[in-house]
């Protein structure tokens, strides 16, 4: 009588019977460098079939950034001593944020197997990863910042560049950037700005990953407003920032170029201020001239307040200082694409004067039309915003509007319900 063959009923029966086996490879060869990605893969194959497949739970690495290739696993086939294995794989890039030892836990990996004989038979194995050593790459020692990647480019652009300004015009500064191989999350923000005359707003950044088969391409996309607010020269400083190149294992700069404001009326912020006058009989003299100066000055203004002219004036500030107020919350909700906020800050706008409608401003101008249906369109109910050097246009001819002769493309900003 022949005995009978024991039959496998867990996972590591079928492992010990060489009816499975499963690992982590380490798919790139050392050196291993900081911030740069690190491909690692659980790979499990079986002479039979599998039931309901491979899966590796989610886990964390101490310093690291981790994130799966593909959303699917990947299946093989492969010939071993005349029998045909099926293998099923997940692969992983780690990006280590420090040098030294990378310390990563056992991977718990789901394993669902066809036995045959003994039907589906399913359990978890805890897989362990060989030790790993992350090293700097050369060159980026005393660098406060940089990213590794195969490729990274930067396209700056500005959006409301003249060749002179004046107090409450506004600039916007574009940068769009792409890398290779690493997430857009690594991508290091311009710094930030700060000058003397000019507000700086910063719209929140648009991140963006698109993955294709198994490359990884980061978009960061950066828009930086500056509103002038004092006459002058200004300048927005130049930068560099730096990357390691994994191709040529060389560090590369990118450099930023300073940009110069003329501004029409006042001065520079740094003009030298008048020498102050020495001894006493010329500071006694400032004070009583001072002090003169203060009382003529009072009585001066007791007398314009019962005049027209000092209400006149006193209006005609207040409704200067509204409109600056208005041009750079309209700025702001046109970098945020807010359509809703865009629209209601052109009404206030437009209200200024009875008689000045969007209809009638956008009429004569077939693309001034489109812009504002554009604007409606995405802010009462689908599609794209406006571009913000467009939405500029507009609110420059909502500030000096000229009435057309027809009104072939007219455009009404909030048009009743169709019936």
Same mark, same amino acid.
């Given at each position: 009588?022949?005995?009978?063959?024991?039959?496998?009923?867990?996972?590591?029966?079928?492992?010990?019977?060489?009816?499975?086996?499963?690992?982590?490879?380490?798919?790139?060869?050392?050196?291993?460098?900081?911030?740069?990605?690190?491909?690692?893969?659980?790979?499990?194959?079986?002479?039979?079939?599998?039931?309901?497949?491979?899966?590796?739970?989610?886990?964390?690495?101490?310093?690291?950034?981790?994130?799966?290739?593909?959303?699917?696993?990947?299946?093989?086939?492969?010939?071993?001593?005349?029998?045909?294995?099926?293998?099923?794989?997940?692969?992983?890039?780690?990006?280590?944020?420090?040098?030294?030892?990378?310390?990563?836990?056992?991977?718990?990996?789901?394993?669902?197997?066809?036995?045959?004989?003994?039907?589906?038979?399913?359990?978890?194995?805890?897989?362990?990863?060989?030790?790993?050593?992350?090293?700097?790459?050369?060159?980026?020692?005393?660098?406060?910042?940089?990213?590794?990647?195969?490729?990274?480019?930067?396209?700056?652009?500005?959006?409301?560049?003249?060749?002179?300004?004046?107090?409450?015009?506004? #600039?916007?500064?574009?940068?769009?950037?792409?890398?290779?191989?690493?997430?857009?999350?690594?991508?290091?923000?311009?710094?930030?700005?700060?000058?003397?005359?000019?507000?700086?707003?910063?719209?929140?950044?648009?991140?963006?990953?698109?993955?294709?088969?198994?490359?990884?391409?980061?978009?960061?996309?950066?828009?930086?407003?500056?509103?002038?607010?004092?006459?002058?020269?200004?300048?927005?400083?130049?930068?560099?920032?730096?990357?390691?190149?994994?191709?040529?294992?060389? #560090?590369?700069?990118?450099?930023?170029?300073?940009?110069?404001?003329?501004?029409?009326?006042?001065?520079?912020?740094?003009?030298?201020?008048?020498?102050?006058?020495?001894?006493?009989?010329?500071?006694?003299?400032?004070?009583?001239?001072?002090?003169?100066?203060?009382?003529?000055?009072?009585?001066?203004?007791?007398?314009?307040?019962?005049?027209?002219?000092?209400?006149?004036?006193?209006?005609?500030?207040?409704?200067?200082?509204?409109?600056?107020?208005?041009?750079?919350?309209?700025?702001?909700?046109?970098?945020?694409?807010?359509?809703?906020?865009?629209?209601?800050?052109?009404?206030?706008?437009?209200?200024?004067?009875?008689?000045?409608?969007?209809?009638?401003?956008?009429?004569?101008?077939?693309?001034?039309?489109?812009?504002?249906?554009?604007?409606?369109?995405?802010?009462?109910?689908?599609?794209?915003?406006?571009?913000?050097?467009?939405?500029?246009?507009?609110?420059?001819?909502?500030?000096?509007?000229?009435?057309?002769?027809?009104?072939?493309?007219?455009?009404?900003?909030?048009?009743?319900?169709?019936?």
């Amino acid at each position: 009588m022949i005995a009978p063959i024991a039959q496998a009923e867990t996972i590591e029966d079928l492992i010990a019977a060489g009816k499975l086996e499963a690992s982590v490879l380490v798919k790139t060869p050392a050196p291993h460098f900081q911030k740069a990605p690190l491909l690692i893969t659980v790979e499990v194959g079986t002479p039979g079939h599998f039931g309901t497949g491979v899966r590796v739970r989610d886990f964390a690495v101490p310093g690291s950034v981790v994130r799966p290739v593909s959303k699917f696993a990947f299946n093989e086939s492969r010939r071993r001593e005349g029998d045909t294995w099926t293998f099923q794989s997940w692969s992983f890039h780690l990006y280590a944020e420090r040098p030294g030892a990378l310390r990563i836990p056992a991977l718990t990996t789901f394993v669902s197997v066809d036995a045959e004989t003994n039907g589906v038979v399913e359990g978890e194995l805890k897989l362990q990863v060989p030790p790993l050593k992350i090293v700097a790459p050369p060159e980026t020692k005393g660098l406060a910042s940089w990213v590794a990647a195969t490729g990274f480019e930067v396209d700056e652009s500005w959006e409301g560049v003249l060749e002179t300004y004046q107090i409450g015009d506004a #600039v916007t500064r574009v940068r769009r950037f792409t890398i290779n191989d690493v997430p857009a999350m690594a991508i290091p923000a311009s710094p930030d700005v700060e000058i003397d005359g000019i507000q700086v707003y910063y719209a929140p950044a648009l991140v963006d990953d698109k993955t294709v088969g198994s490359s990884l391409k980061g978009v960061r996309e950066e828009r930086v407003i500056f509103t002038i607010k004092a006459g002058g020269t200004h300048t927005i400083p130049g930068h560099q920032i730096h990357w390691f190149n994994m191709n040529t294992r060389r #560090v590369e700069q990118i450099d930023f170029a300073s940009r110069t404001f003329e501004v029409e009326g006042g001065t520079t912020p740094d003009a030298a201020a008048a020498p102050e006058p020495s001894g006493k009989m010329e500071n006694l003299l400032y004070w009583v001239m001072a002090v003169l100066g203060a009382a003529l000055g009072y009585l001066l203004l007791r007398w314009l307040r019962r005049t027209s002219w000092y209400h006149y004036g006193r209006d005609y500030l207040e409704v200067w200082r509204s409109y600056h107020r208005i041009k750079t919350d309209f700025m702001r909700a046109a970098a945020q694409q807010d359509s809703r906020l865009c629209l209601a800050l052109l009404y206030r706008r437009l209200s200024v004067h009875a008689e000045w409608q969007l209809s009638t401003v956008c009429a004569s101008d077939p693309k001034l039309s489109a812009i504002a249906a554009a604007l409606n369109a995405h802010a009462y109910s689908d599609g794209q915003p406006p571009e913000v050097g467009e939405l500029q246009h507009l609110w420059q001819v909502c500030t000096k509007p000229e009435k057309p002769h027809d009104n072939e493309y007219e455009l009404r900003l909030n048009p009743e319900p169709s019936q």
